[in-house]
């Protein structure tokens, strides 16, 4: 799985570096680009047994997770029917940095997120943020 901006599609990579020069918090860039493997993976946490969960994992060349990580499930997208902007390199996710720039994902209550929304609407990014049935607050994307 990838963090750089360079793997993305090369029609959204300036809106992504637009994006991410309007931030005014400390943030980090957690997934770019994904292969299916990875998507597959984040598919099955919160839906598949941990012990599932993290041989798919294993498979992607993912990190284990403990069962307090499978808790909730992370994507609509099982990355094979449905494929997710990840996989065409069309979404990039972003969350607030903690300390030590560790990232931190938000919940509605944290504004940080919001800020972070509304600088990806603002470089014409769709923010998940604002999805009704699976509000997804660190990922931006751009469709098309």
Not at 101 to 129: Q, T, Y
Request: net charge neutral.
């Amino acid at each position: 799985m990838s963090n750089k901006i360079e793997d993305l599609d090369h029609l959204v990579q300036p809106k992504a570096r637009s994006f991410l020069s309007l931030i005014p918090v400390p943030y980090v860039v957690t997934s770019t680009l994904r292969t299916a493997d990875e998507q597959v993976a984040y598919y099955a946490q919160g839906r598949a047994p941990l012990e599932i969960v993290n041989l798919l994992r294993k498979k992607a060349g993912m990190w284990s997770i403990d069962d307090k990580a499978n808790l909730g499930t992370v994507t609509k997208c099982d990355g094979v029917n449905t494929l997710s902007n990840h996989q065409g390199g069309r979404a990039l996710d972003v969350v607030p940095a903690g300390a030590g720039g560790h990232p931190i994902w938000p919940d509605k209550s944290d504004p940080r997120g919001e800020m972070i929304g509304k600088a990806a609407e603002a470089a014409g990014l769709s923010w998940g943020g604002r999805w009704i049935s699976f509000p997804d607050l660190p990922h931006s994307e751009s469709k098309g």
